[in-house]
């Protein structure tokens, strides 16, 4: 593994803990004060604050740091998080995803606002409340934002700044004045935590005298007797002459670990000549003491450095410590090097942490490809599967045999080893769902709404295909449902309404798919604008006669917009049969209900995989298709009585007392010229996205089975009223029927001609 | 100690003397007074202060006792360890002081 | 003999960068996602040192060292405190906890090795 590895799992991690952060923020929103919930938040924000300084990607690391500074204040219950408090963390974790973001793929974060988050992030952490006004902050926050290029030691910024001090004091290394072989006194006492705390006095030693000649003087005064003593106790002491070209802190760095659990003094040693006789004092830490003591000892050293240094011999001779010079760095290093083999006990004790540890986690990460390999495989497995089985009861006269049962396994296991291949594709919903909660968040504040966004079922599993894709459409109607859907606080409250908006989204599993729905509290549709509109824009005949459900659909038919100015949020050109077709695209189905005055809900059912589909074969003018089993309420022989034309070629055909409009599919995709007799056909009953029924005429069932999606669009090119491709049992390439957009087309035929295949599209996919 | 005449015991130094060792340590020099002690301290890799000070007051001890006390065959480790901390390794005593 | 380090941090990106830096090193090196699988692991990881995050969930690093500290076999064990915390009261409490030393986050690899070279023998 290398670095560059490392920090994709870095990214990966900055994903996952942002979403913590965000579902616990928000739970903090809704209330919820377990400490927990609090520490879960802190954390994430702590941990990508430490994978970022690794990385050095500074602007991270100083905005984490903003963040995390005033969450250690929510955590120690400093500062109470209300409403307004997490409307800032809640910007600050999208500020924060921002420069993730950034810091993966380039780019770049809008600086002026993440100034302004540092500010006023800033400001909950001094104890004033966020204000809406420009505020300043006490400090320029810009300073912590775009904070100095990380240096071996980063000096403080500002009195809230960043800082961390790699084993330093505090940054004060650099500074420190170079001596040219020195001699200093060192006194050590350790005392009995020292030692308690895993420290260890002979490695102090040992690492005193890497830094210089050391000779050494141990005081052994306080030892007791024997059979008084504590074991365990600190008894020894000592006193050490260094000569080194090194300064007094690098000699104190020594002891940095054990400075609490010892005494330490630390003197050149013509100051040991003068205060011999004082007793032990430990130094002060305050560090700008020590900074103007070596400054001037420097300057002393400047001026007569032959006087210190015989000054300093001198004193090393009086305090009778000069013996036995120690080549500490030696013997130290040998000590090392002689600690011996492990047994073979030993290195089994660690297999079996390594065990221990993997058995804890859960969850492996596999890479998307290796999956997308297996799924590709199963696929064929199974298509080899079925041409296996046909081929074989094809040749096979005697009926039953051996060889048919040991194939109905086969296709069982098949089966399933397709259905586990596929759960490992399948993933929460909630990495999306919890993006929305931005995009409300955002566009409320453009717009000036206050909107609360309730997600259900977010842990519901569907394919990482559809989740990915799914985003994008799903943006866009959160966006249209904030900005068009709600209405503004006044005219809520006007209407006896909560002056807060909710916006609801949920998902859950039916029948073999995953339904999503969003749900706005708004005014609903305004049908008679969108049908005024509709025949504005052509769209309908101004005397067309439609549902109060097809109105509101219509809202899907290209070029069509009900703002009344495009706005920045969700105008654009882009409108809701973009929508559509992108969740067409994904075998979904979307339809809009809506009651004026109480809201919109927008469904949507997509297929919980791509790869597969549970199809109905049929024969349509010499063409097999497909046409996905879960469009599919039942399938009937039309009675010649039961068929009624009307207009000029439509023709419905009743059903238990109610009619539905009859829908030739090969009329539909062009395969034929004429419209075929219904009577000779199957009947299809599929329920379309607008609720409404329609009977799409097929010439022959030939039966069901599971087929294996292949995308026409990454294999030839879209083509309307397709979905996709499947190849059969017997090697034939078949069509898999878009129902939706057929029903469409069809239903175009009596409004608009929208989906028309052009001929020369029309077949040459069927191959 | 009571001087009951006994043969010249032995004690081999484990191989890390650590804080934990220090009290086992304790406990077998208290067990071992009254006669001379030969110390084996071959297989020693690592030396704690803490364990040093229980073998110096031991030293202090067994002189106390008359009886002689000492270190053989000492490891590298041992050697170096000890005279890094200031004490003779052949006496186990503080030098120069 | 190759040195053993426990360490015990819950982020993946530390964890990784630690067994690299570590192995690197010529370090064997055992890894813990929290408190509660570190003590875990402890008696079969048999480690020299261990080096130890602060923020974790289930069991932090202050409880972990303690822990430690209060086993009976490992309590002398040496336990660095990797950390981004630079405050001098998390440093405090941890040393309270029982902590040897401390390396701060963003460690710079040459600097964990070191912390590690001067803990252990």
């Not at chain 1, 004060?172 to 020195?182: H, I, L, N, Q, W």
Request: charged letters at 25%.
């Amino acid at each position: 593994m290398d670095m560059n590895e490392i920090k994709e799992i870095f990214f990966q991690e900055c994903e996952e803990q942002l979403a913590e952060l965000e579902s616990g923020l928000l739970k903090l929103n809704d209330g919820d004060r377990d400490p927990e919930t609090v520490n879960a938040v802190f954390r994430a924000v702590h941990s990508i604050k430490g994978g970022a300084g690794a990385f050095g990607l500074d602007d991270l690391v100083s905005f984490a740091h903003v963040f995390e500074t005033t969450l250690d204040c929510v955590r120690s219950g400093k500062l109470e998080p209300g409403q307004d408090v997490l409307k800032v963390m809640l910007k600050s974790a999208d500020v924060l995803a921002d420069l993730v973001s950034a810091s993966r793929d380039g780019g770049s974060v809008d600086e002026s606002r993440t100034r302004g988050l540092v500010k006023e992030l800033e400001a909950l952490a001094n104890g004033e409340l966020p204000s809406a006004s420009g505020h300043e902050a006490p400090k320029p926050a810009a300073k912590a934002a775009s904070a100095a290029p990380q240096e071996e030691t980063p000096k403080p910024t500002d009195e809230s700044g960043f800082q961390p001090i790699p084993f330093s004091f505090d940054g004060f290394d650099d500074e420190e004045p170079v001596f040219e072989g020195s001699i200093y006194e060192v006194t050590f006492k350790p005392r009995r935590e020292l030692y308690s705390k895993g420290n260890e006095a002979a490695l102090l030693l040992r690492d005193l005298s890497r830094i210089g000649e050391m000779s050494i003087a141990c005081d052994m005064d306080e030892l007791p007797a024997l059979d008084k003593m504590d074991p365990e106790a600190s008894y020894f002491s000592w006193k050490i002459s260094l000569k080194t070209n090194k300064g007094e802190d690098d000699i104190r760095t020594v002891f940095e670990f054990a400075e609490w659990d010892c005494d330490l003094e630390v003197k050149l040693a013509e100051e040991a000549s003068t205060d011999e006789e004082l007793p032990m004092i430990p130094v002060p830490f305050d560090l700008s003491i020590l900074d103007d003591a070596s400054a001037a000892e420097e300057e002393d050293k400047a001026v007569e450095p032959s006087a210190v240094e015989e000054t300093a011999a001198a004193a090393v001779s009086a305090a009778k410590v000069a013996t036995g010079i120690v080549k500490a760095a030696d013997a130290a290093a040998r000590v090392a090097e002689k600690k011996d083999a492990a047994s073979s006990a030993a290195a089994a004790a660690q297999n079996n942490a390594a065990a221990a540890a993997a058995a804890a986690g859960q969850t492996i990460r596999v890479d998307l490809d290796r999956v997308d390999r297996l799924i590709n495989l199963v696929g064929e497995l199974v298509i080899n599967q079925a041409m296996l089985s046909q081929s074989v009861i094809e040749n096979d006269t005697n009926g039953t045999s051996s060889i048919n049962m040991g194939l109905e396994e086969l296709q069982q296991l098949t089966r399933e080893i397709q259905d586990s291949v596929m759960a490992i594709r399948a993933q929460p919903v909630k990495p999306v769902f919890q993006r929305m909660s931005r995009i409300v968040r955002e566009v409320a504040d453009m717009v000036g709404k206050q909107i609360r966004l309730v997600t259900e079922g977010e842990n519901t599993e569907v394919d990482k295909t559809v989740i990915d894709k799914l985003a994008e459409p799903l943006t866009h109607m959160i966006r249209n449902a904030v900005d068009h859907g709600i209405e503004t606080p006044e005219k809520r409250e006007a209407a006896g309404k909560n002056p807060e908006g909710t916006v609801k989204l949920s998902a859950k599993h039916r029948s073999g798919r995953i339904l999503i729905e969003l749900q706005d509290d708004g005014a609903g549709i305004n049908r008679e604008r969108v049908r005024q509109k509709a025949i504005d824009n052509d769209l309908i005949a101004a005397d067309a006669n439609l549902s109060d459900d097809e109105i509101d659909n219509l809202i899907f038919m290209p070029g069509f917009s009900t703002a009344d100015k495009i706005s920045d949020i969700s105008g654009r050109g882009v409108g809701m049969d973009v929508v559509k077709r992108s969740i067409q695209a994904l075998g979904g189905r979307i339809s809009i209900s809506s009651r004026p005055g109480h809201g919109s809900t927008f469904t949507m059912s997509l297929p919980l995989t791509l790869a597969v589909l549970d199809g109905m074969v049929v024969t349509v003018a010499g063409q097999t298709l497909v046409v996905p089993l879960t469009a599919i309420v039942e399938t009937l022989q039309p009675e010649a009585s039961a068929i009624h034309s009307f207009g000029a070629n439509q023709r419905l055909i009743s059903i238990r007392n109610s009619f539905c409009p009859l829908v030739d599919v090969g009329r539909i995709l062009n395969f034929r010229a004429i419209q075929a007799n219904p009577v000779d056909g199957v009947a299809l009953l599929v329920e379309s996205e607008g609720g409404g029924q329609r009977a799409l005429m097929v010439d022959a069932i030939q039966g069901q089975r599971q087929v294996v999606i292949k995308s026409l669009e990454a294999n030839y090119t879209h083509v309307p009223g397709i979905a996709a491709a499947t190849i059969l049992g017997d090697g034939r390439v078949a069509l898999i029927l878009d129902v939706d957009a057929v029903v469409a087309a069809s239903r175009g035929q009596s409004l608009k001609p929208e989906m028309a295949l052009k001929p020369e599209m029309s077949l040459a996919a069927t191959g | 100690m009571a001087a009951k005449k006994a043969g010249p015991g032995s004690l081999k130094l484990s191989a890390v003397l650590d804080l934990n060792e220090a009290s086992v340590l304790h406990g077998k020099l208290m067990s071992m007074r009254g006669s001379d002690l030969v110390i084996d301290a071959s297989g020693v890799e690592r030396v704690g202060v803490q364990c040093a000070q229980v073998l110096v007051a031991g030293v202090m001890a067994w002189k106390e006792d008359k009886k002689s006390f000492l270190v053989e065959k000492a490891s590298d480790a041992f050697q170096k360890t000890m005279q890094l901390i200031g004490i003779d390794t052949d006496n186990l005593i503080a030098k120069e002081i | 003999m190759k040195k053993k380090v426990l360490t015990v941090d819950d982020s993946r990106t530390i964890r990784n960068m630690l067994l690299v830096t570590l192995n690197n090193a010529g370090f064997e090196t055992i890894q813990a996602e929290d408190g509660v699988e570190g003590l875990e692991v402890l008696e079969d990881a048999n480690p020299d040192v261990i080096v130890t995050d602060i923020n974790m969930p289930r069991l932090d690093g202050f409880g972990f060292i303690e822990g430690v500290r209060r086993n009976e076999k490992y309590r002398a064990v040496p336990i660095l405190v990797l950390t981004t915390e630079s405050d001098q009261e998390k440093k405090n409490r941890a040393r309270q906890a029982g902590a040897t030393g401390w390396i701060v986050k963003p460690f710079d690899p040459a600097k964990l090795i070191d912390a590690i070279e001067r803990v252990t023998a």
